[in-house]
């Protein structure tokens, strides 16, 4: 029998839904209010929904302070929003980064398309950057629904590039279960917060 998540409220909106579902916060020794994504900082843990509203609602009600029964610092929302922002970017970044490390990313539409068709029974996933020409992000994205395999856009070209060591790049094929597997997890979470389509109880 599988083991059930354990349930946590969030301090926002007061529904209960399982902890994976939620963003956990701890407190730096000085008093800020800092997002632990990973759920693994030591500490007394306050939870939210992954929504801006909630994380809006905790901190304009005080709920942080209250939950923490201390006087907590760095709660402006939209700052907030921002930081948790940036965490996810970058939690999604560092599994780009060890799949390049680990031979599991192609990138360049002529060899992303080769692998799109060559290899259409491995798990992928096809990252295209923000900023990609229309022509190229339509045609790789016809491409991929062709070979059923999910397509994202996310970062610019720039950002792209650097996270590969490499000159920009505008179209990114990742392989491999594992990193397949964490990449949409990720990307999945990220857009729920972007959409405030979190737990709903």
Same mark, same amino acid.
């Given at each position: 029998?599988?083991?059930?998540?354990?349930?946590?409220?969030?301090?926002?909106?007061?529904?209960?839904?399982?902890?994976?579902?939620?963003?956990?916060?701890?407190?730096?020794?000085?008093?800020?209010?800092?997002?632990?994504?990973?759920?693994?900082?030591?500490?007394? +843990?306050?939870?939210?929904?992954?929504?801006?509203?909630?994380?809006?609602?905790?901190?304009?009600?005080?709920?942080?302070?209250?939950?923490?029964?201390?006087?907590?610092?760095?709660?402006?929302?939209?700052?907030?929003?921002?930081?948790?922002?940036?965490?996810?970017?970058?939690?999604?970044? &560092?599994?780009?980064?060890?799949?390049?490390?680990?031979?599991?990313?192609?990138? +360049? &539409?002529?060899?992303?398309?080769?692998?799109?068709?060559?290899?259409?029974?491995?798990?992928?996933?096809?990252?295209?950057?923000?900023?990609?020409?229309?022509?190229?992000?339509?045609?790789?994205?016809?491409?991929?629904?062709?070979?059923?395999?999910? &397509?994202?856009?996310?970062?610019?070209?720039?950002?792209?590039?650097?996270?590969?060591?490499?000159?920009?790049?505008?179209?990114?094929?990742?392989?491999?279960?594992?990193?397949?597997?964490?990449?949409?997890?990720?990307?999945?979470?990220?857009?729920?917060?972007?959409?405030?389509?979190?737990?709903?109880?």
């Amino acid at each position: 029998m599988a083991k059930e998540s354990p349930r946590r409220t969030c301090v926002g909106c007061r529904s209960a839904c399982d902890k994976d579902e939620l963003i956990r916060f701890v407190l730096a020794p000085d008093g800020t209010l800092v997002p632990d994504l990973m759920q693994k900082l030591p500490g007394r +843990g306050v939870y939210t929904c992954l929504k801006e509203d909630c994380i809006r609602q905790a901190c304009e009600r005080k709920q942080f302070s209250r939950a923490f029964k201390t006087d907590v610092q760095g709660v402006d929302p939209e700052a907030l929003r921002d930081r948790i922002r940036a965490v996810m970017e970058d939690r999604i970044g &560092s599994y780009i980064s060890l799949a390049n490390k680990a031979g599991k990313i192609v990138s +360049g &539409s002529d060899m992303v398309g080769e692998v799109l068709k060559k290899y259409k029974d491995t798990p992928k996933i096809l990252l295209l950057a923000s900023d990609v020409s229309e022509d190229i992000g339509n045609r790789m994205r016809c491409l991929a629904t062709h070979c059923g395999v999910e &397509s994202v856009t996310l970062f610019d070209k720039e950002r792209y590039g650097a996270l590969l060591g490499k000159s920009p790049r505008s179209v990114v094929a990742v392989q491999g279960q594992g990193f397949v597997d964490k990449l949409k997890m990720e990307i999945t979470r990220y857009r729920n917060f972007l959409r405030g389509e979190g737990c709903a109880g």
